[in-house]
T-cell receptor
Framework: DVKVTQSSRYLVKRTGEKVFLECVQD?????MFWYRQDPGLGLRLIYF???????EKGDIPEGYSVSREKKERFSLILESASTNQTSMYLC?????????????FGAGSRLTVL | RKEVEQDPGPFNVPEGATVAFNCTYS??????FFWYRQDCRKEPKLLMS???SGNEDGRFTAQLNRASQYISLLIRDSKLSDSATYLC??????????????FGSGTQLTVLP
């Protein structure tokens, strides 16, 4: 089974702090994604990456950046955390190719910004 | 209008009941459809894909209505363990685009003893 591991389950940060959320997958998937999940809004795509060093903005990229230096690792960075970035962050990976649609998620990182 | 829309519920049903959820999507060119299940404080996991002719997996039946642009999930003989949030997921983008999947906000189901 594909395993997607997120480094931190729970984080509490202060406004203005820099936050790193890391995600590692072990099945050589080309595509990796970062979502945030908020009540009533569902999952919203922040950024995704379809290859090493490649990235594309999702629906809500403002306030976030990403890094993909190695195929298995996709990091989400909050340069200066704000209270409206308090959320559940979910990383996912997916194999490449047009026929591959299934996402495998990590367990999530719940971030609270005070 | 949201691209993928679900009734948020909550649906509270007794054990053994049959319950159905619908999900509407806005893009008639959508290619693929899925139901994911998310338990409380856990990550979403694929429950089943939805095929054009409809498909069944045990107590779960998924159907697609392209003319009316909705998919449905039917759960028969509900179990306590079916309590979860069910997420409708639609591939709205052209085939081959990595940025394909759009999630509904989920329908919450609680099965009561």
């Amino acid at each position: 089974d594909v395993k997607v591991t997120q480094s931190s389950r729970y984080l509490v940060k202060r406004t203005g702090e820099k936050v790193f959320l890391e995600c590692v997958q072990d099945m050589d998937h080309e595509n990796m994604f970062w979502y945030r999940q908020d009540p009533g809004l569902g999952l919203r795509l922040i950024y995704f990456s379809y290859d090493v060093k490649m990235k594309e903005k999702g629906d809500i990229p403002e306030g976030y950046s990403v890094s993909r230096e190695k195929k298995e690792r996709f990091s989400l960075i909050l340069e200066s955390a704000s209270t409206n970035q308090t959320s559940m962050y979910l990383c996912a990976s997916r194999a490449g190719g047009s026929g591959a649609n299934v996402l495998t998620f990590g367990a999530g990182s719940r971030l609270t910004v005070l | 209008r949201k691209e993928v829309e679900q009734d948020p519920g909550p649906f509270n049903v007794p054990e053994g009941a049959t319950v159905a959820f619908n999900c509407t999507y806005s893009n008639s060119a959508s290619q693929s459809f899925f139901w994911y299940r998310q338990d409380c404080r856990k990550e979403p996991k694929l429950l089943m894909s939805v095929y054009s002719s409809g498909n069944e997996d045990g107590r779960f039946t998924a159907q697609l209505n392209r003319a009316s642009q909705y998919i449905s999930l039917l759960i028969r003989d509900s179990k306590l363990s079916d309590s979860a949030t069910y997420l409708c997921v639609v591939n709205l983008r052209p085939r081959g685009s990595a940025r394909q999947l759009t999630f509904g906000s989920g329908t919450q189901l609680t099965v009561l003893p």
